[in-house]
């Protein structure tokens, strides 16, 4: 017995079994929140059901805890809890719960740099076979290339091509590897990909090898999202079983073979000229791409499989570019410091510098490099997902209609959304504004709670500061903190600020005397620098010392992509960082108590 | 609409759609002749309708040309040219046209050699990782092993089988590459596979690679033999479509996989102990296992794809080791010397020696090496089929049932045949004798003329010299020679030795300067020596400087699987052979036409 639902209002229809709408949602491809991967733990995948002609499972105790009995009234339920029993329904996806595409650093970071990649082409006129020279096609092909190794399966087509092409041939080499050979000459054509997989998003150039220059850029949604918003939700599911982790490969791989078919398309470029991509990553996307088993990276102590750079064919990996091109990964740096944090470093390039510099790139985990050419130090914080949203009331990411500014005048809010549209919620650097503009209005004191009375705190039930006023919202609902909210965020920038407070500290320097901070990844951004170090989040230097990095995860993918020096390089630099487990330093609990006070 | 077909007297009952009795036998496994792969060229693949119950194709020409009218009269007809159209049928096949298994040389030989083969298993006590020692797993085994590669499908599985294993484990290599990752200390257990891919024939050794004991061996027909008796034919086969190709590497996989079956359960080892194959064979044989495109080896200049040893993963040629393990091949010479010629080389070494040595491997193609630790020259001669018994009206494999030796004392003839049967017909080593001991009578002279009258000189038609009498033969039927078939096996003779000749003026040295010649496959060992020189087959040198090399083939396989120096001794020693391409020989004609007669 099947039931049929509408998703609204996308208009999405579908025929399935009965199940939870969460899992109806992720068969209709209809996106929707989903932060703690369908736990019932984050209350984000409120959905309204608008028209229900059967049987739908009873409300229960995990959505009477997120919703109120006015959204109960009006239909709200929760996705993971709900489920489709039988007949038709149409189900109502209010605006707080799409997933929508999040902003894209437009400009991605890049460095100039010699060309010299990994993909070589060399044209070839070779000499045809005679009863006088009986060479064997492969060693005839070694005579003017030199000891280069073949894939099984080019040798099993070498003698085809080579007499099709009428022995007039370009060589395709991947270091020492012959990975293809074309007709004709068609050495002006050599294109690499770099791929930054982000949890949320993936991010793909094309790149001709020939000049440097990025030809096409595409994105994409990061598909495992239906599977937990978080990494950890996403380990726990590829963990489960084996089809789970095969499933959550190839979904992402269908994700960016989707991007590279767009924008081959856009560049026009065939998807097997493409003989090398270069990926990064966060340590657990780098680990589901490869199909590599994830689930200890998220147990103490967090120990990744490989640390070192990887590269395989992409045959291996179901990746649409030349199946016997090569699919290359970035050194990681430790479980919780990726492939992404090594691009902060590639494009920063902070070891190559005398004065001690730091990258920050703040997220759920916030990844940290100091020092400079002689020492560096990493390390994770654990920040959570304050900065994306979640745990806080109105909180969201940083997506259209998010209050992304905010500003407080005279005890009056001035705010401003992302896209100019009604404000549906508060984003991470928001947030920020927001407290520290708390702070510095006097309205909380250090420790984040309310300590002057405006006609803006609300005392139904617990305290709430009205940053927005109900008519003013998307949702026609008040958009509020409380100081559970705050203090969310206080925490979060605690672990932030105490691991960089011991990073300094192993380095036997002051805060101060870091001559450079390069905030990294696209929340860095967004933030306001001035409120950043008011709430201190990052130390108190002067703002012409912080620097905008910009998203370099992909820039990094492209520098490694473009030279091969600089990829042994950076394996080197890699290879050689301290890092630092917060978890397993004596003193970061007491330091992370004294990192969450503002002041 | 199906037919059914039963084939006698094997019973082998199959219903399937109207076919040619060939592929008939071929879906139902019945081993039947087919020479010339159903061509209608060979005239081998005789069959007996003895019952029909519906439409059979009427007979044609070339049945005509291969059949005698009381043959047709009594049901015969060729198993490639006749369909069954409708109904159901009963073919007898009669004991000519059976393929049975052939006889293997039982010793094959092999030389001692120190063990060092490249796969090597050390046994690891890992420290478990801490906060403290956060190394990733594969840095981990790294600093314990060294540098070394890791396929993809051992690191996906990685952290599960290094904690499973509770990081007391055996790391298996392949030379630098980490194949295998076992739990506990399995160091004891090291296993490697030795695989001889006759065109008729496939041996298998499987070699404890801890004390270099040879523990199982297997053989089987290569089923290839169904889609023709000689390479060429495959080789057409293969060459049409891909599917073809892949069809042809499939079965001899899967033949290969069954005996590994048989001699794991002998030997009571698991198919994933083994961790490396070494293969020989000759060039089409290795092209068909690997699946590489093989046309060009027939067509002139005879160039393979690949002469350099080569090695890939066995889960990409499906053979049944471990997934992870090596297949190897020894390097080719020449498109018609193959790695089984290589094998010959290593087993004989006489690229190790002062004196001059020959190795001739008799059969289609008769690969001979010539020379010494200084030069060495080979050449493949074409002596096509008539040694195994084809294009001799009598001619038959050395099988059960074939007059293998003959003598002629008084005019009468005294044959032994193989396994002491009735005889079906004559091998190779028969022709030798029967050519040799007819020309010693005085009954045939230097050309193979009759000219001498004797009561066994029939004269219906052409002139036959009748070597066995209807009443003592299994098919009731005279067992006859022509001087065509004399002249048949003169011609092939004369192939080979025009072959040495050219060899031995290249080396400018006289034939009877050979300080050995070693007769290596298993023709060699059943041919009269002094017999063999009478035809002027082999050198006219003392028989005790003619050496039995036996079954050299899967000895050299066995080497290299033994040694790493072998292998790598044995590369280079093959990269030097000069090999020469008779027919760009100018002088090759006029040899032959001098090497035809005996005397």
Known sequence: MS???TFEPAGKKVETSPNFIIEIAREANVALRSDCGGKGVCGKCRVVIVDARGEISEINEVERKHLTPEEIEAGYRLACQTKILSGRATVFIP??????ARKVAEIAVEEEVELNPAIRKIHLKLPEPSLEDTRPDFERLKDSLGDV??????LKKLP???RDANWDITAVLWNKKLVGVESGNTSSRVFGLAIDIGSSKIICHLVDLVN????????AENPQVAYGEDVVSRITYASKKEENLKKLQEIVVDAINGIIDEICKEADVRYDEIYEAVVVGNSVMHHLFFGIYPKFISVSPFTPAVRQGISYPAREIGLKINGDGHVTSLPLIAGFVGADATSNLVITKIHEKDEICMVIDIGTNTEIILGNKSRLLACSAPSGPAFEGAHISHGMKAVSGAIEKVRIVDDEVIYETIDNLKPKGICGSGMIDLVAELYKAGIINRNGKFVKETKRIVKDGVPKFVVAWADETETGKEITVTEKDINELLMAKGAIRSGWMILVERL???ANEISKVYL???FGRHINIENAKTIGLLPDIPNDRIVFAGDTAVGGAKMALKSVEEREKIEEVVGKIEYVELSADKNFYRTFIRAIPMG
């Open 212 to 219: 440097g220059k990025t030809v096409a850029r595409g994105y």
């Open 508 to 510: 036997g320097i002051e």
């Open 3 to 5: 039931v049929r639902v």
């Open 160 to 162: 085809v091509l080579l």
């Open 95 to 100: 605006p707080e719960s799409r997933m929508e």
């Open 520 to 522: 990294a990844g696209s």
């Open 149 to 154: 190794e073949m894939p099984l399966n080019l």
